[in-house]
């Protein structure tokens, strides 16, 4: 027999904010009223609809992915599990594969499907079992036009850099320089999988991503710079683009495990970060983040960075070179 006390441990466990919110939402998914890729409210609109804290905001959407009803598409925000569509990619330049009436199976749409799960769910999750399941067909049958997931990856990066035509190289080397360079940082925005995969201490040999070296080497050749300043300064442009790329893909997954926005975890911390500045021991943390306007993301970073690199090349060929 059930004691007063459980009966009543029962009650107030279901009479939770949290417990109340994911069983409405829970209900709305059932019925139809959320259905398959459609957008679930966000911690913040969680918090003005019901009246709760972001914290219970958190825990509705941790508990939804927990019971497989949702998940978070980069880009787009937490949406109701379905099949991988044209909705969830259509603000981050995925390739859809289902366009195109044949539904017959070729290595084309195996690669396609791999660059659309990547895309949505991350490389981690990136497996043939998942890429059949997403076409409707066996893992088996996707060998016959792929030797491996290795090759696979390989034919979706290649895949992947064609798919963006190359700027032209003009008279002016650092507006070229520059073009190309934002161009990459747009490829890596749409595809964050890439940057993990791309490596620069065991470069592929990926044509349409070589393609990228030589322009710039054809670019940075009217600086006058030697061979191996040349080589090192296309190298490190395209691991600066790179390097700050491989960061979109941790934060998609961030959001994923806390249901929270990179600004919205920003606001979770304020109470403490205004304890630690007023502490008195990072003056010049506190001196750097007292102006309204300061504003630190991946996109300024990139900005900064650039501009920064771009005017120490301008530098060594005005001097003849490092360490001249």
């Not at 996109?299 to 501009?307: A, R, T, V, Y």
Request: proline share 6%; charged share 20%; net charge negative.
């Amino acid at each position: 027999m059930t004691s007063v006390a459980g009966r009543s441990s029962v009650r107030s466990v279901a009479d939770q904010p949290s417990v109340r919110i994911v069983a409405e939402l829970r209900r709305r998914i059932a019925a139809g009223e959320l259905p398959p890729n459609a957008r679930v409210p966000s911690t913040r609109q969680i918090t003005q609809e019901w009246g709760v804290a972001m914290a219970t905001a958190t825990k509705v959407l941790t508990a939804l992915r927990h019971e497989g009803l949702v998940r978070a598409v980069p880009g787009v925000g937490t949406v109701v599990i379905g099949p991988i569509s044209a909705p969830d990619r259509a603000d981050t330049g995925a390739i859809d594969v289902r366009s195109g009436a044949d539904t017959g199976l070729s290595r084309e749409r195996v690669i396609r499907a791999g660059i659309a799960v990547a895309d949505v769910e991350g490389l981690a999750a990136l497996a043939m079992r998942r890429i059949a399941t997403e076409l409707g067909t066996s893992t088996m049958a996707l060998y016959r036009h792929v030797r491996s997931k290795d090759e696979l990856l390989f034919l979706m990066a290649e895949t992947v850099f064609q798919s963006y035509p190359l700027p032209a190289a003009g008279p002016g080397w650092r507006a070229g320089v520059e073009e190309l360079c934002r161009l990459q940082w747009t490829v890596y925005q749409q595809h964050p999988w890439l940057a993990q995969y791309v490596s620069m201490t065991r470069p592929q040999l990926i044509p349409p991503a070589m393609a990228h070296t030589e322009l710039v080497l054809t670019m940075l050749d009217q600086l006058g710079l030697s061979p191996a300043d040349q080589l090192h300064a296309a190298v490190v442009l395209a691991n600066f683009v790179r390097g700050t790329a491989v960061n979109i893909e941790p934060e998609a997954q961030a959001q994923l495990d806390s249901g929270l926005t990179s600004d919205e975890w920003m606001e979770t911390q304020g109470a403490q970060m205004g304890e630690i500045m007023s502490s008195g021991d990072f003056p010049m943390f506190a001196k750097v983040l007292a102006p309204e306007d300061v504003e630190l993301n991946l996109d300024s970073l990139f900005e900064f960075g650039l501009h920064r690199l771009l005017d120490g090349l301008q530098m060594m060929a005005e001097t003849g070179g490092p360490d001249r």
